[in-house]
C-alpha cells in the first residue's frame, strides 16, 4: 500500500502554461516537502508545508490536512522547469515519535516544451 | 549558500567489498540522514542521526550498515559487505532543527556493485 501516491506520473507541457502537479497521502504526518529531481540526480527542496499555502517566484505550493491532499502549481511554465517533481511526508514513527524521516512518492516527471 | 557535499559522486565497488560513503553536511545542522533510490525507484529512507546515535532507522538499514559522524563535519554511511541489490544512488540530508526546517539535500553517490 501507498502510502505517498502523485499524480500525473508524466507531464508534457508547452512554454508558458500552468502545470499542477498533485500528492495524497494516507498517514497522519507533521509536514509535507516538495522537491525537484535534476537529471543528473540531485535533489533540492522547493517547499516545507504544514498547512496552508506557500509561494516562492512562479512556485506555489498548498496543502489541505482534512483531505490529506498537496498540489503543487507552476505558473508560467519554463523548459528550466523540466524536472523530476517529488511529494515526500514526514510522519511519526509507530511509537507516536518524529525524528524527521521521509516517506517519498514515486515522482512527477514534468517536460516542458518551448 | 552553503550546501551539502557527498563523496565520490561514483563509486564502483565489488560485490562483497566494504565500501563507504562519505557526506559533509551543513555545518550549523544537527540533524542528518541517509536516503537511497534505486534506479526507477521512490527514494527511501535509511536512516536519521542526532547527538551522535541513530534515532530511527528503517527495515533497509540492516546489520551491513553503519553510520558515523568521526568528526564535527563528516558524516559516513558504510555497507560491510556489499551485495548487487545495494546498487542505487545514497542521498545525505541535513536539517538545523527536527521541526519547522527543511531537510537539505547532497547531489548523491551513485553506487555501483560488480
Known amino acids: 500500500k501507498n502510502e505517498v501516491e502523485q499524480s500525473p506520473q508524466n507531464l508534457t507541457a508547452q512554454e508558458g502554461e500552468f502545470i499542477t502537479i498533485n500528492c495524497s497521502y494516507s498517514v497522519g504526518i507533521s509536514a509535507l516537502h516538495w522537491l525537484q529531481q535534476h537529471p543528473g540526480g540531485g535533489i533540492v527542496s522547493l517547499f516545507m508545508?504544514?498547512?496552508g499555502k506557500k509561494k516562492h517566484g512562479r512556485l506555489i505550493a498548498t496543502i489541505n490536512i482534512q483531505e490529506k491532499h498537496s498540489s503543487l502549481h507552476i505558473t508560467a511554465s519554463h523548459p528550466r522547469d523540466s524536472a523530476v517533481y517529488i511529494c515526500a511526508v514526514r510522519s511519526p514513527n509507530a511509537g507516536g515519535t518524529s525524528y524527521g524521516k521521509l516517506t517519498f512518492g514515486q515522482g512527477t516527471i514534468l517536460t516542458v516544451h518551448p | 549558500e552553503p550546501e551539502v557535499t557527498q563523496t565520490p559522486s561514483h563509486q564502483v565497488t565489488q560485490m562483497g567489498q566494504e565500501v563507504i560513503l562519505r557526506c559533509v553536511p551543513i555545518s550549523n545542522h544537527l540533524y542528518f540522514y541517509w536516503y537511497r533510490q534505486i534506479l526507477g525507484q521512490k527514494v527511501e529512507f535509511l536512516v536519521s542521526?542526532?547527538?551522535?546515535?541513530?534515532?530511527?532507522k528503517s527495515e533497509i538499514f540492516d546489520d551491513q550498515f553503519s553510520v558515523e559522524r568521526p568528526d564535527g563535519s563528516n558524516f559516513t554511511l558504510k555497507i560491510r559487505s556489499t551485495k548487487l541489490e545495494d546498487s542505487a544512488m545514497y542521498f545525505c540530508?541535513?536539517?538545523?532543527?527536527?521541526?519547522?526546517?527543511?531537510?537539505?539535500f547532497g547531489d548523491g553517490t551513485r553506487l555501483s556493485i560488480l
Open positions: 540530508a541535513s536539517s538545523e532543527r527536527l521541526f519547522y526546517q527543511p531537510q537539505h
Open positions: 542521526f542526532y547527538n551522535n546515535e541513530i534515532s530511527e
Open positions: 508545508l504544514s498547512s
